[in-house]
């Protein structure tokens, strides 16, 4: 049997299995379950674990896998006497025989939507090709990929050649690395901050200038929140 709790954990994250791919964060069940602090969430995969419910998945972040679900429909027939009908709000009775698991998604197809400038702007192609993303990558919202080109933000680790991946979205923090559409037609990625009513575009490279522009020449198009290299 699995107590309400362990079994609300459990249904939570195989319905995020299947919806993004990828297990819930840690903080993510502490808020869906309103437990007060992350090691409650901790005891309660610790004892679905034992009960052979979930695993984890060794070298990988955040990563569970549901072996089975239990099956809340099949309640024991005996007489319930009066100390079980006190603690049958707390208890999950059901037939708990082994189920086949799906396996979550090993990756995701997102938009190659062609190249994007990491020095001097140019228009961002769009193309009809995906690119294979790993689920844990992305998280929830919409994304896409764009191809760098250029070598102004390597310092930040961000190389020609490389496949930026955008959650899409119209505002940012500063910053924050973003795709940025310039006089709306040409799309550069570079990191984004305010000042004295202005927006900043800098690169991460010495060589090439800080870009400034009123907001109403910068529309921000997505956020980058992930990097691939083929090498």
């Given at each position: 049997?699995?107590?309400?709790?362990?079994?609300?954990?459990?249904?939570?994250?195989?319905?995020?299995?299947?919806?993004?791919?990828?297990?819930?964060?840690?903080?993510?069940?502490?808020?869906?379950?309103?437990?007060?602090?992350?090691?409650?969430?901790?005891?309660?995969?610790?004892?679905?674990?034992?009960?052979?419910?979930?695993?984890?998945?060794?070298?990988?972040?955040?990563?569970?896998?549901?072996?089975?679900?239990?099956?809340?429909?099949?309640?024991?027939?005996?007489?319930?006497?009066?100390?079980?009908?006190?603690?049958?709000?707390?208890?999950?009775?059901?037939?708990?025989?082994?189920?086949?698991?799906?396996?979550?998604?090993?990756?995701?197809?997102?938009?190659?939507?062609g190249r994007i400038a990491?020095?001097?702007?140019?228009?961002?192609?769009e193309t009809q090709q995906?690119?294979?993303?790993?689920?844990?990558?992305?998280?929830?919202?919409?994304?896409?990929?764009?191809?760098?080109?250029?070598?102004?933000?390597?310092?930040?680790?961000?190389?020609?050649?490389?496949?930026?991946?955008?959650?899409?979205?119209?505002?940012?923090?500063?910053?924050?690395?973003?795709?940025?559409?310039?006089?709306?037609?040409?799309?550069?990625?570079?990191?984004?901050?305010?000042?004295?009513?202005?927006?900043?575009?800098?690169?991460?490279?010495?060589?090439?200038p800080t870009m400034s522009?009123?907001?109403?020449?910068?529309?921000?198009?997505?956020?980058?929140?992930?990097?691939?290299?083929?090498?």
């Open positions: 049997m699995l107590t309400r709790k362990q079994q609300e954990l459990l249904l939570f994250i195989h319905q995020r299995l299947r919806e993004d791919g990828v297990s819930p964060s840690f903080e993510e069940m502490k808020e869906a379950l309103n437990l007060k602090s992350k090691s409650g969430v901790h005891r309660l995969i610790g004892a679905l674990e034992e009960r052979e419910f979930i695993r984890r998945l060794p070298n990988r972040a955040r990563a569970l896998e549901v072996l089975r679900l239990p099956d809340a429909s099949a309640v024991a027939s005996r007489p319930t006497l009066i100390h079980e009908r006190e603690l049958e709000s707390n208890v999950v009775h059901g037939d708990f025989r082994r189920r086949t698991a799906v396996p979550p998604a090993t990756t995701v197809e997102v938009p190659l939507h990491a020095g001097i702007p140019v228009e961002a192609i995906t690119l294979s993303v790993p689920p844990s990558m992305i998280g929830r919202g919409e994304h896409f990929a764009l191809e760098v080109y250029g070598d102004s933000m390597i310092e930040a680790g961000i190389l020609d050649g490389d496949y930026a991946i955008i959650r899409r979205g119209d505002t940012a923090n500063d910053g924050e690395i973003i795709v940025a559409l310039v006089e709306d037609q040409d799309a550069t990625l570079k990191r984004m901050r305010r000042k004295d009513g202005m927006i900043l575009l800098e690169p991460a490279n010495r060589a090439y522009y009123s907001p109403r020449q910068v529309r921000v198009q997505g956020r980058l929140v992930g990097l691939m290299r083929r090498y």
